[in-house]
């Protein structure tokens, strides 16, 4: 058996199509779309919580500014180790995440992910306004936003109150900070951003 068949992403998130070589992986990954997140952030007014205690502490890290991961090549500084490996493929030039159908290789598994549509045709995301679609949420936020066809509309859309933003941090913080009551700000910012680009999936 190759190394590649010994390492197939053969199991995927029926919420946002992320794959993992193990079933542990995604059991851990469906708990983003449950919202549970055990590991609270202890910054005074920080409302964040994970799902491990190193994301926790690595997240810790953005308050307090620490950068302990240092690529040995050049003056690049990274908050967690995570940060590190990707950097230190720019030197490298690994891309470990190989496509099955051709010759594409990406750094990153999302792009790999995104990448597999060009060959399956496979559009999930859409345009909540007219019938434009689209393989990658990004290209749905630069219709929306950046071609004039729907002027004034807002992306995010508070289920509680008037406010509406296009930018997803704007949108994350006002829930944290106006309505204290949600009891999962995070799961509903989440929520919010798939109703706007899977509205074909019956999720919601």
């Given at each position: 058996m190759t190394r590649d068949k010994l390492h197939e992403w053969k199991f995927t998130c029926h919420l946002c199509d992320r794959s993992f070589t193990e079933k542990w992986a995604l059991n851990n990954h469906m708990k983003l779309h449950t919202g549970e997140k055990p590991f609270k952030c202890t910054w005074p007014t920080c409302h964040y919580s994970f799902l491990t205690a190193s994301a926790m502490k690595d997240h810790y890290r953005t308050h307090?500014?620490?950068k302990s991961f240092l690529c040995d090549l050049c003056g690049f500084a990274g908050g967690t180790r995570h940060a590190l490996t990707k950097h230190?493929?720019?030197h490298t030039g690994e891309k470990p995440f190989k496509c099955d159908e051709c010759n594409f290789a990406s750094t990153t598994q999302s792009h790999l992910t995104r990448h597999k549509r060009v060959h399956t045709g496979e559009k999930p995301y859409r345009?909540?306004?007219c019938d434009y679609r689209s393989n990658?949420?990004?290209n749905?936020?630069?219709h929306i936003l950046h071609t004039g066809k729907h002027e004034g509309v807002k992306m995010y859309n508070c289920p509680k109150c008037d406010?509406?933003?296009n930018v997803p941090v704007e949108f994350r913080n006002h829930l944290k900070e106006q309505h204290p009551d949600?009891?999962?700000p995070d799961?509903?910012?989440l929520h919010a951003g798939k109703r706007l680009t899977l509205l074909n999936s019956g999720s919601f």
């Open positions: 307090t500014g620490e230190r493929r720019q345009c909540p306004w990658c949420a990004e749905i936020r630069k406010y509406g933003t949600i009891e999962n799961l509903a910012y």
